[in-house]
């Protein structure tokens, strides 16, 4: 069992910085892929990141490639989003979520709302 909770949400402006953190609960955290997803108003939940469980591979969605970097320290049970650059575009509900894969991700936390003005 995992529990997961997002914090680091809020309010930027164009061209600003975030950093969400998502953190674990559950003694199986360090074996698990762990990801970021988002969702727009209206929109359906899209991928955003996801990292392996040593930390080792990561993989991104285009859109954010170059501007988020995603990690995580197995030691504290976190993972974070470090985004830059950010963009109106951005705008969603950011939740973490654990699994077997970037596509089996069966734990899932509350999220947390992200606002980029313009």
């Known amino acids: 069992q995992v529990q997961l909770v997002e914090s680091g949400g809020g309010l930027v402006q164009a061209g600003g910085s975030l950093r969400l953190s998502c953190a674990a609960s559950g003694r199986t955290f360090s074996s698990r892929t762990m990801g970021w997803f988002r969702q727009a108003p209206g929109k359906e939940r899209e991928f955003v990141a996801a990292i392996s469980w040593s930390g080792g591979s990561t993989y991104y969605t285009e859109s954010v490639n170059g501007r988020f970097t995603i990690s995580r320290d197995n030691a504290k049970n976190t993972m974070y989003l470090q985004m830059n650059s950010l963009k109106p575009e951005d705008t969603a509900v950011y939740s973490c979520?654990?699994?077997?894969?970037?596509?089996?991700?069966?734990?899932w936390g509350q999220g947390t709302q992200v606002t980029v003005a313009s």
């Open positions: 979520a654990a699994g077997d894969s970037a596509t089996l991700m069966d734990y």
